[in-house]
């Protein structure tokens, strides 16, 4: 009774031991699908936040300052993610979005299949055009897949921005 107990428990243990290893593997640790050279990727924090607009816990000027210092990386990329209102003529959707520097794409090595992405002049522009960068999911529920979306216009929370790409899936 006692040994076979024991093994019961210290087999449940180590199923345990092996599932929460393998799921913190796969969520945190495995390089992402479609990520081109993933392992040498990393996600740079700061502890206090600064005044001002921020981006995530940078203020922009915080992130070009780095960019054009920084001798660790050899590419810097900013990003935050927010749900957005999108609407396409007279239909509207909320989806999850991206704010992005111009270089989060090719950094990534992320291809686009229709268009293109940005460029670095719209990272410096206030008040230039807006344009935008659909996924390829939104550009086949949204547009039905039209390869003629590149240069038409959608609000996004209500600011008209120019279609310029779809990111491959």
Known sequence: ???????????????????AFTLIQ???????AGIVGAESIYNVHREAN???PSIGDWT???????AAESRQFSELSVFTGFEAGIAVGAR???VKA???????FSLLGVRAQLGRFFLPVEDKEIGGHPVVVISDRLWHEQFAADPTV??????VNGEAMTVVGVAEP
Do not use: C, E, W
Request: glycine share 8%.
């Open 1 to 19: 009774g006692f040994f076979a107990a024991t093994v019961l428990l210290i087999t449940v243990g180590i199923s345990a031991s092996t599932t």
């Open 26 to 32: 796969t969520l945190f640790y495995k390089p992402r």
């Open 50 to 52: 600064t005044a001002g």
């Open 60 to 66: 922009y000027p915080d992130f070009v300052q780095m």
């Open 92 to 94: 509207s959707d909320t």
């Open 98 to 104: 991206q704010l992005v520097s111009h270089n989060f």
């Open 150 to 155: 590149i240069g038409r216009s959608v609000k």
